[in-house]
Nanobody, 126 residues
């Protein structure tokens, strides 16, 4: 079965740190651009970061820039989202997504993503 499996969510205090992982099962991420999205209660899904197949190119939404870092380990077919300085507004379900690269922009329309993770809950609260 081809799927993305996420791990690493949880409850953290404001200012805290978490790392999310997203591992491919049944396929290789080598030719996939990857992204992290999040969806807060009652809100639409927001893309927060993208990374190219090699990891050399990354993009971030203004809401997370300088606090979150996306990275990948293709040997492990895994993508990470390191989150620092977490705020209550970061509370959401976080999803990873994979799109077969066309060697163009690394962030593409949400409808084009081929695979999605199951979601990981991140709650920031004291």
């Amino acid at each position: 079965q081809l799927q993305l499996v996420e791990s690493g969510g949880g409850l953290v205090q404001p200012g805290g740190t978490l790392r999310l992982s997203c591992t491919a099962s049944g396929f290789s991420l080598e030719y996939y651009d990857m992204a992290w999205f999040r969806q807060a209660p009652g809100q639409g899904r927001e893309r927060i970061s993208c990374i190219s197949t090699t990891g050399r190119a990354t993009e971030y939404a203004d809401s997370v820039k300088s606090r979150f870092t996306i990275s990948r380990d293709n040997a492990q077919d895994t993508v990470y989202l390191q989150m620092h300085g977490l705020k209550p507004d970061d509370t959401a379900v976080y999803y990873c997504a994979a799109v077969r690269t066309d060697w163009g922009p690394i962030c593409v329309d949400e409808a084009r993503y081929n695979y999605w993770g199951q979601g990981a809950q991140v709650t920031v609260s004291s």
